[in-house]
């Protein structure tokens, strides 16, 4: 059985690789490469896999779910420049796919137990664009 | 890892099958039947998957809007699906064939390093329709 448990949290962030010259970061990202940044009202969405619990009735305790989420997702990353003030995005651009795979490796080590593991994290930039990620190499 | 990006179109279209009688087209499409037609705002959904490439990107979002843009909504937005789609001429513009015209299409002109594995569409917000690529 899934479980996804939904959390919001706005940030800002630049999409430039330092290494690229302006036109050619622009190329590849846009306008998201404006060097002062600017943000975005991220949805998260986190599906957890396991068995209901047969004394609880609960695959997950929800109440442990969003602590792990605020704890190592929201609480770091609302408000903040991601570039400036997360790491690993002083040093890789934080796009959707790389805050995607970041949120992942935040929550896995808490969240994976004998009967539940973290089973996919859906990441919405915008209501048109999200990335799944589910561990995959 | 996948990546789904949503454009929107809107277009008019007749559900109606000539080779039925008028009387079984309006039993089997209702109002979808009326003989002027009628439009809908769609909402599509394309996902694409593979690894994110040394930009942090499993697909160049500009690369894909203009394909999208090029391919898919210049030939659907603001048309009529019956009379102005080669692909629908001789289906019924349902969206499931619009579905699978679009998926077809993009198919055909897909030049994208990540792969195209779905295709959902929303006629309106209580009708999905979700094909897999």
């Known amino acids: 059985m899934y479980l996804t448990r939904k959390a919001e949290f706005s940030a ?54 969003k602590e792990i989420l605020n704890r190592e997702v929201i609480e770091p990353m609302d408000h903040r420049f991601l570039n400036r003030e997360v790491a690993p995005f002083d040093k890789i651009v934080p796009t959707t796919e790389n805050l995607a795979i970041e949120i992942w490796r935040r929550l896995r080590p808490s969240i994976d137990r004998e009967n539940a593991r973290l089973k996919n994290v859906r990441l919405y930039e915008t209501a048109d664009l999200f990335v799944d990620y589910g561990g995959e190499a | 890892m996948k990546l789904t990006r949503r454009y929107r179109f809107a277009a008019s279209h007749r559900l109606d099958v000539p080779a039925l009688s008028p009387e079984e087209n309006r039993r089997l499409f209702g109002k979808c039947n009326n ?20 930009s942090g990107q499993i697909v160049n979002r500009r690369e894909m809007d203009l394909l999208v843009g090029e391919k898919i909504l210049e030939r659907l937005d603001h048309r009529d699906l019956n009379k102005d789609v080669p692909e629908l001429e001789r289906v019924p513009p349902t969206t499931e064939n619009l579905a699978s015209a679009i998926r077809g299409m993009l198919e055909k002109a897909w030049t994208l390093p990540a792969r195209l594995v779905r295709v959902r569409i929303s006629e309106t917000e209580r009708n999905i329709f979700e094909l897999e690529a």
């Open chain 2, 35 to 54: 003989p002027y037609g009628h439009g809908h705002d769609y909402v599509l959904d394309i996902t694409v998957e593979g690894a994110p490439d040394d």
């Open chain 1, 12 to 65: 800002s962030h630049v999409c430039a690789n330092p290494t690229l010259d302006e036109a050619e970061n622009r190329r590849i990202y846009g306008a998201a490469s404006n060097p002062n940044g600017h943000g975005h009202n991220y949805i998260v969405e986190v599906t957890v896999e396991g068995e209901a619990d047969p004394v609880t009735g609960m695959v997950f305790d929800l109440r442990e779910l």
